[in-house]
């Protein structure tokens, strides 16, 4: 028998992929708290809260009613229908363990985002079986980048996303494999569900981008006993999908979401059109492809005689047993992982429902699958150097610059938004900001309302997006009020029923906390507090967004107190 000891060392790929991880599990779960819930989380954060205090999706908690723009979260039963019903679900589940604060709003979602590094690690090994280090350096540039780590460590949708669309790929490959199982069909299309009631648009890219690829790659193989599965689980999506949307009251009603968005400048093609170019061109602009990398990809596709070494040519004539398809050859499972990146940010410049006019880049947040894609693109370029003659004394520093920063983006590279820099050690500063938070602005009003507030005063605070982070942090023990106006579809008698002044003009808040140049009435309200931090949360999780120091103080955040 042969010692423990001695498998681990035979096996030093599993040990150096099972270190990739831990670090990333250290760097994705460590210090969870380090900063205040920001405008995305803050809404399912209260909906998770709502759900353990209430057993549903409702809008009223008992003491206050949860909203964001004039009530377009929640229909006129005061239900949270404007989001998709799973991102509460990990926010919930960690509130009624860890407690209503920001390791609880986070940590299952951290999880989801762990277990989806594992499940790229097995799709790997699935269609890169001989090439162990091309496998090495793909989970490496995933697990470790910043970008990813970052929007793990959010209490939203991002990390589900990356999860449930890599179980739903994972699983359908297997099944269309020489040993697929029913079961395999199931899970996957389970997982397509429940990406889609993660959130609509990713999950129906997802799907519409899987579809479109197997009939691609593997329409001819198909048996007719997998045709007929496939077809039945893809009205089974289909079916659930659009139950649900109809029993949540999203489609088949009256009644104005959030979510719909009007795009006046542009007809519904140009829109779509310029919105599926900005997704193409934010892989280069976000620093997710990097150009020379993106440049360098092109050729390997158009001109495979200059980018495939003597070396690839011998590994890729291996053949493994236990996949009978073409997936052991690496040129050839390269490009169709890059049409399916392809073709996700294809159909998600299609489904987008947001409008292009006035937005001059595609929003990170809905592009997150295309991260493991990315990193595996880039993972080729630097397998390709390291089998050239010599090649290990170029590939390794060119790896490492690619893992810790942005440098190889240059010069196509959108710069931060508020610094305006443009290449940035991103893993080493994102190793200092989680071990030494900065704080910001939020902190500041939290502290002072906890010291300073009364139990059940009422407070007012705009704009709307940090009302909800408010809420979140003070729901049990301050009123939220004046929230609504008349064009509200929130019906007012409903409301006064339930004793909350959410009117404007129902009555003068004891605090109103402003971040902006809205001033209440001098004679009313007195300035008690004014934050001499940035005046927006700086540690939202898009590098194009995040900054890893605080800022110079900018725009205004003050807390007024009424004066009788």
Known sequence: ?????????????????????????????????????????????????????TGGYNGWDGRNVFMTLNGASINSNLKLVSYPPWQAIPSALGIAIFGANEVGVRFFHALLGLFSILIFWQLLRLDFAPQKRLRLLALTLFALSAQTILFMRIGRYAADAIFFTLLAFYCYRLYIGANGKLWHLVVATLAVVLGFLNHYAIGSSIAMAIGIWHLLYYARETSRRQWIEILGASLAVVALCITYLFVAGIIGTSEKLEFTHVDYEYSWFQRHVILIFYNFREMLHFGWLPLWVAVWFFCYLVFPVFTVSKKDKKINTKITKKNNHSSNNERAAIIRWSVLLALFLF??????????????????RYLVPALPLCALIIATFVNWLWRQRGGVFYAVPIFLSLLVSNALSFPYLYPNLFTQEKIRFLLPQLIGEIHRPYIIYLNDLIDYLNTHAEQDDTIFVSPWQDYSIMQFYF???????????????????????????????????????????????????????????????TQRPELEFHTFRPLPKKGSVYIYRRRY
């Open 1 to 53: 028998m042969i010692p423990l000891h001695r498998n681990l060392l035979a096996n030093r790929e599993s040990l150096v992929a099972a270190f990739i991880f831990a670090i990333a599990a250290y760097l994705i779960l460590f210090n969870l708290g380090y900063a205040p819930l920001w405008h995305d989380e803050s809404p399912l954060a209260v909906t998770g809260k709502n759900i353990v205090l």
């Open 347 to 364: 159909f998600s410049g299609l489904v987008a429902v947001r409008p292009a006019a006035g937005h001059e880049l595609a929003d990170s």
């Open 475 to 537: 729901s049990e023990k301050l009123i939220f009020c004046c929230a609504l106006n008349e064009q509200s579809g929130i019906p007012k008698e409903k409301i006064h029923e339930l004793g909350v002044p959410l009117f404007e003009g129902d009555i003068k808040p004891v605090w109103q906390v402003v971040i902006g140049e809205r001033k209440p009435n001098a004679n009313e309200y007195k300035l008690v507090f004014q934050s001499e931090k940035y005046s927006y949360p």
